[in-house]
């Protein structure tokens, strides 16, 4: 995970800010920058290979997201993590994801439910490969079953709930894997339910897959 990022001189200041965005938001959902590790620009900048200013502008975009939390005169820290904090983060997501899935069956139109079949393929068939991909497309599938709700706002909170809700996922996931959970089944049910434009099938069977991977999840926060 100790990829070097080394600027291209071409590159401009928010190009190489982007990626090292993206990749300290990488080691922080992943665990691998741990839940209140001190951030230190220093350390950040030669783990990188970049200059100090796209590090400490990445940490400040990073508050926004929740995941970085600034100190007063002090300098950056990882979001905590706890119990209250993944209860909440997963009963919005439940009830947002809710109201953006009712809207996109209300809107169903034939090109986006190819587009969600399309999305369901491409995570299943990356199931079989690298873990990173399956998760990027993973993301993509969940955020395709409700893309179709045409409120940009409220696509945002999910987006941004789905990636509070990943990390502990990841933290979890360290300790240990789930058992006798089959993963696919549920998404093809979920799947079969929208394409059915069955929203009262479709929102239960999507809130008990969160919720069951909750329970899972809750059982490893300390």
Same mark, same amino acid.
């Given at each position: 995970?100790?990829?070097?990022l /080394?600027?291209?001189?071409?590159?401009?200041?928010?190009s190489v800010?982007?990626?090292?965005y993206?990749k300290?938001?990488?080691?922080? @959902?992943?665990?691998?920058l741990a839940? /209140?590790?001190?951030?230190?620009?220093?350390?950040l900048?030669e783990?990188l290979?970049? /200059?100090a200013?796209?590090v400490?502008?990445?940490?400040?975009?990073l508050?926004?997201?929740? @995941?970085?939390?600034?100190?007063?005169q002090?300098?950056?820290?990882?979001?905590?993590?706890?119990?209250?904090?993944?209860?909440?983060?997963l009963?919005?997501?439940?009830e947002?994801?809710?109201m953006?899935?009712?809207?996109?069956?209300?809107?169903?139109s034939e090109?986006?439910?190819?587009?969600l079949?399309?999305?369901h393929?491409?995570m299943?068939?990356?199931s @079989?490969?690298p873990?990173?991909?399956?998760?990027?497309l993973?993301?993509t599938?969940h955020?395709?079953?409700?893309?179709n709700?045409?409120?940009?706002l409220l696509?945002g909170?999910?987006?941004?709930?789905?990636?509070l809700?990943i990390?502990?996922?990841y933290i979890?996931?360290?300790?240990?894997?789930?058992e /006798?959970r089959k993963?696919?089944?549920?998404h093809?049910?979920?799947l079969?339910?929208v394409?059915?434009?069955d929203?009262?099938?479709?929102?239960?069977l999507?809130?008990?897959?969160?919720?069951t991977?909750?329970?899972y999840?809750?059982?490893?926060?300390?």
């Amino acid at each position: 995970m100790n990829k070097h990022l /080394g600027p291209d001189k071409n590159a401009s200041d928010n190009s190489v800010t982007q990626l090292v965005y993206d990749k300290l938001r990488e080691l922080i @959902l992943t665990g691998e920058l741990a839940p /209140g590790e001190k951030l230190k620009i220093n350390v950040l900048r030669e783990k990188l290979s970049v /200059g100090a200013s796209p590090v400490r502008e990445a940490l400040s975009l990073l508050t926004s997201d929740q @995941l970085v939390v600034r100190l007063d005169q002090r300098g950056f820290r990882a979001a905590e993590t706890s119990r209250e904090n993944f209860q909440e983060i997963l009963t919005l997501r439940c009830e947002l994801e809710s109201m953006a899935l009712r809207q996109s069956l209300n809107n169903m139109s034939e090109d986006w439910a190819e587009q969600l079949l399309l999305k369901h393929h491409r995570m299943t068939r990356a199931s @079989l490969g690298p873990h990173n991909i399956f998760e990027e497309l993973h993301k993509t599938f969940h955020m395709g079953l409700i893309d179709n709700c045409r409120s940009p706002l409220l696509m945002g909170f999910c987006s941004q709930l789905y990636d509070l809700n990943i990390r502990y996922r990841y933290i979890a996931a360290r300790t240990s894997g789930y058992e /006798g959970r089959k993963i696919g089944d549920e998404h093809q049910q979920i799947l079969n339910a929208v394409l059915a434009n069955d929203f009262e099938t479709a929102n239960q069977l999507l809130v008990s897959h969160y919720q069951t991977t909750g329970a899972y999840v809750a059982k490893h926060i300390h």
